[in-house]
C-alpha cells in the first residue's frame, strides 16, 4: 500500500525556483529513507539528494549542491526538494523514492518510485 505523490513541477526560467513534494502515506515514513531521483531524456538516470530518517543527513549530487535542499516533515509523511538557481540542464521527471532504513543514514537505494513530476528549465 505504499504510496508516493509527488507535486510542484512547472515550466520555470533558468535562474528561477521550484519546490517539488512528496506526500506519503501506507507505510512507517519515520523508518525510511526517502531521496529523489530525476531522468531527462538523452542522459542517465541522477540520483539528485537523499535525506535520512530524522532529516538530520543529507546527500547531494554534485551537480546540484548548493543549489538543492532536500528536506523532510515527518509530521507531515512528507519530503521536500527545493531548487534554486535552475539551469536547462536540471529538465527531467523528478521522482520521489523511498526505502526502509535499519539506521539514519543518507544513502538512498530507490526501491519505490512515485509517478514523477515534470520539471522544465527553458527561456
Known amino acids: 500500500q505504499l504510496q508516493l505523490v509527488e507535486s510542484g513541477g512547472g515550466l520555470v526560467h533558468p535562474g528561477g525556483s521550484l519546490r517539488l513534494s512528496c506526500a506519503s502515506s501506507g507505510f512507517n515514513f519515520n523508518y525510511y529513507t526517502v531521496g529523489w531521483v530525476r531522468q531527462a531524456p538523452g542522459k542517465e538516470r541522477e540520483g539528485v539528494a537523499c535525506?535520512?530518517?530524522?532529516?538530520?543527513?543529507?546527500t547531494y549530487a554534485d551537480s546540484v549542491k548548493d543549489r538543492f535542499t532536500i528536506s523532510r516533515d515527518n509530521t507531515k509523511n512528507t519530503v521536500y526538494l527545493q531548487m534554486n538557481s535552475l539551469k536547462p540542464e536540471d529538465t527531467a521527471a523528478y521522482y520521489c523514492?523511498?526505502?526502509?532504513?535499519?539506521?539514519?543514514?543518507?544513502?538512498?537505494?530507490?526501491?519505490?518510485w512515485g509517478q514523477g513530476t515534470q520539471v522544465t528549465v527553458s527561456s
Open positions: 523514492t523511498t526505502e526502509y532504513a535499519y539506521s539514519d543514514h543518507a544513502h538512498c537505494r530507490g526501491r519505490s
Open positions: 535525506i535520512s530518517r530524522s532529516g538530520d543527513i543529507t
